[in-house]
């Protein structure tokens, strides 16, 4: 016998605070409020951790000194998203995500690629960030990152 199984949908709303930590914050508000892009050195195996952590994620000791790193960067890998997710992506398709290397900076980090024809990307391509006019405290406060064109 074969019972078709009730479905409710709905939505959940689910308010929350999320407190950022101590490192978190420092490296939110060097970019929102002085335009300047920081990682942490761990004192052990010397790497400069981007973004900023508190704890090296290769020998799990504590970062000692923050770095300033870019604001330019190379590409390592990337993906172009052609469809659209309004709610979440915060640019229209296409777009592209790309692993960024920061000059200064032994770590990638994931962000967007912009002001660019999405097909002409390509690992080892040169970028840097261009900065939202009126940051929030959060990764959005570097708007994209674009293709250096000079220099
Ligand atoms: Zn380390």
New binding site residues.
């Given amino acids: 016998m074969s019972e078709e199984i009730i479905v409710h949908r709905t939505a959940l709303s689910i308010p929350y605070a999320w407190a950022a930590g101590r490192h978190a914050t420092r490296f939110y508000r060097e970019i929102a409020e002085h335009r300047k892009l920081f990682g942490t050195r761990?004192p052990?195996?010397q790497?400069v951790l981007f973004p900023a952590r508190k704890a090296?994620s290769?020998?799990f000791?504590e970062t000692t000194d923050w770095v300033e790193v870019g604001p330019r960067g190379t590409v390592t890998s990337f993906t172009v998203v052609h469809y659209a997710e309004p709610q979440i992506q915060p640019l229209p398709p296409p777009l592209a995500y790309a692993l960024i290397q920061l000059d200064g900076a032994d770590t990638a980090f994931i962000h967007l690629v912009s002001e660019v024809n999405v097909a002409e990307i390509k690992t080892g391509m040169r970028v840097e960030a261009v900065f939202a006019e009126s940051p929030q405290g959060n990764i959005l406060d570097v708007k994209f990152f674009k293709p250096i064109t000079q220099g």
């Fill in positions: 761990c052990r195996c790497r090296c290769r020998c000791t």
